[in-house]
């Protein structure tokens, strides 16, 4: 992973966003090309998604969300994590995620030092071979923080009532510095804010929230959707868009954010088809994944049994990848039934049933949704496309070669152009008109500093699929029937063949689609 970070701060991908100023936990930035290999994801998506098919529609709803609608899908009431602080450093931990731990606490009633002495419980974990010395200075830091003099050394404390007790299996204890935590208390991931210039705080009608799915506006439109777009059932509504969630914990470089996109589907059905469907988009979902570049064998599917699962869901199937860091969630393909237009329907109070023309039958749609996650995906594909391999210049000198294979749909740079020399006008020439031709219809990068080979390597790295070089072969100076033709050197193979300038449009247009 720390290479795959590195390359990707290094040649434009991803940034920590704010860095300048110490960095915004849970947030990213994505560069020049970060925001091309997401552009083309997404785009890739919703012509697979929407545009392919005539029974899905596309919806881009508002991310400030009316507390009324988040109210009614339960997000206001049980959007949580439980979640604890450690009493030492004050690092919040979710307290689902702690790993379980044994070996012998030692718990402490107070501290005092001269006249000043404190009571308050505390404890400390020592795992099997810690020295015990361990828990009282741990111990001692804990009492120091309340002292009034910031400047005291935490040694000079006494500490009050030490009893020991073995313990097995527990999660109240900080494994980072054995600290006990807090009580887990439940933590509403959603971020708040206030709508309006006058608005007080504690106005509830000035309330809103940055959306933590983008499927509720489907729920909350798909009454307007079927009415103006004259869609039956089964039919979908999709979305790609931002999503906010405060996590506690972010982590793994931009797997777990605070702010990400999504890429959802609300797929409506008759209630009988709901189980069917979700097997048949589980399926679907698996070969597009397959189709941007990520193998088979490492997609993983979970059907999340019953208690696991969200309270709206009668079927869940989480598709999870070999990420470096472990088998992760990319996306959840869930029956959420009629759950959500129930609810909406419930408060406020208008009708969201459909009506069947042929059987006469009104009903509200049960829903499968595929909701994929943009930045994970993204994620998936540096991952899996980063490589290292070792290669034989053209001097025998062995070196390392970096190379991003990307899928072409996905790579954020097409082709590259280069002049074998950049003091030659006619090369010069032909690369800028062979830039403008094929720039019309695919992002291109025209290069024409340092050896060839040096060229080669830097799209390489940034997972380049196609290098094209204009010669002296080009100009007919060589061999008068290469004339017109050009290096298409490939990425993965370094294989080059000669192609006619005339036949580069078709033949790259048909390998990056
Ligand atoms: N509408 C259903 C829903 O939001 P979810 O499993 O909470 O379900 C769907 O989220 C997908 O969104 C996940 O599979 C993941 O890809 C992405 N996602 C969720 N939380 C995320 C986070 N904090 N950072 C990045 N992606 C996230």
């Known amino acids: 992973m720390e290479k795959i970070v590195s390359l990707c701060k290094r040649r434009g991908f991803i940034y920590q966003s704010a860095e300048l100023y110490g960095g915004l936990n849970g947030c990213w930035d994505y560069g020049p090309l970060g925001v091309e290999v997401k552009r083309n994801l997404k785009d890739y998506w919703w012509r697979r998604n929407v545009q392919e098919r005539e029974d899905i529609v596309g919806l881009d709803g508002s991310i400030l969300t009316h507390q009324a609608v988040l109210t009614a899908s339960g997000h206001v009431g049980g959007f949580s994590d439980p979640m ?45 071979g810690q020295n015990e010395n361990k828990a009282r200075k741990t111990a001692r830091q804990y009492y120091a923080q309340f ?8 040694k000079t404390l006494e500490l009050q009532g030490e009893t020991t007790s073995e313990e097995n299996n527990t999660t109240s204890f900080n494994p980072e510095n054995g600290s006990l935590l807090t009580e887990a208390r439940e933590f509403n991931l959603m971020f708040k804010t206030q709508m309006g210039a006058s608005s007080s705080e504690d106005d509830p009608n000035a309330v809103a929230y940055l959306r933590p799915e983008t499927a509720q506006s489907i729920f909350t439109q798909f009454k307007n959707v079927l009415d103006t777009s004259r869609m039956k059932v089964p039919f979908g509504i999709a979305q790609i868009g931002k ?16 702010e990400f996109e999504q890429m959802e589907i609300e797929y409506f059905c008759r209630p009988g088809d709901g189980l069917r469907l979700t097997d048949e988009w589980l399926e679907n979902r698996l070969s597009f994944y397959e189709d941007i570049g990520l193998p088979r064998e490492k997609l993983h599917v979970l059907d999340v049994p019953d208690g696991e699962r969200a309270h709206y869901s009668e079927k869940t199937y989480d598709i999870e990848f070999d990420f470096p860091f472990g088998c992760q969630e990319l996306e959840g393909v869930a029956y959420r039934t009629n759950y959500d237009l129930s609810k909406h329907q419930e408060h406020s109070g208008k009708p969201i049933e459909y009506f069947d023309e042929t059987t006469k039958e009104k009903f509200i749609p049960h829903v499968v949704e595929p909701s994929a996650g943009c930045d994970r995906t993204v994620l998936a594909l540096l991952c899996e496309a980063f490589d290292e391999e070792d290669v034989v210049d053209s001097k025998g000198k062995t070196e390392t070669r970096t190379v991003m294979r990307l899928n072409p749909k996905i790579a954020p740079i097409k082709v590259a152009i280069f002049p074998l020399l950049k003091k030659n006008e006619d090369q010069v020439k032909i690369s800028r008109e062979i830039q403008e031709e094929l720039g019309r219809f695919m992002n291109v990068f025209y290069d024409e500093t340092g050896a060839v080979g040096r060229r080669y390597r830097r799209q390489d790295e940034v997972g380049t699929p196609f290098c094209i070089t204009v010669d002296f072969e080009t100009l007919g100076e060589e061999e008068p029937e290469l004339k017109g033709t050009v290096t298409l050197r490939h990425r993965d193979s370094m294989e080059q063949e000669r192609v006619a300038i005339a036949d580069l449009l078709p033949r790259l247009l048909s390998e990056i689609r």
Do not use: M
């Open 243 to 258: 999503a906010f969630r405060n996590e506690i914990n972010p982590r793994n470089f931009t797997f777990r954010s605070r």
């Open 147 to 154: 002292h009034p003099d910031k400047s005291l050394s935490p």
């Open 84 to 128: 604890c602080d450690c009493l030492l450093s004050k690092a919040r931990l979710r307290a689902d995620q702690i790993e379980p731990q044994s070996g012998t606490a030692y718990h402490y009633s107070g501290a005092s030092g001269g006249d000043w002495s404190i009571e308050r419980k505390f404890a400390v974990l020592l795992r099997e």
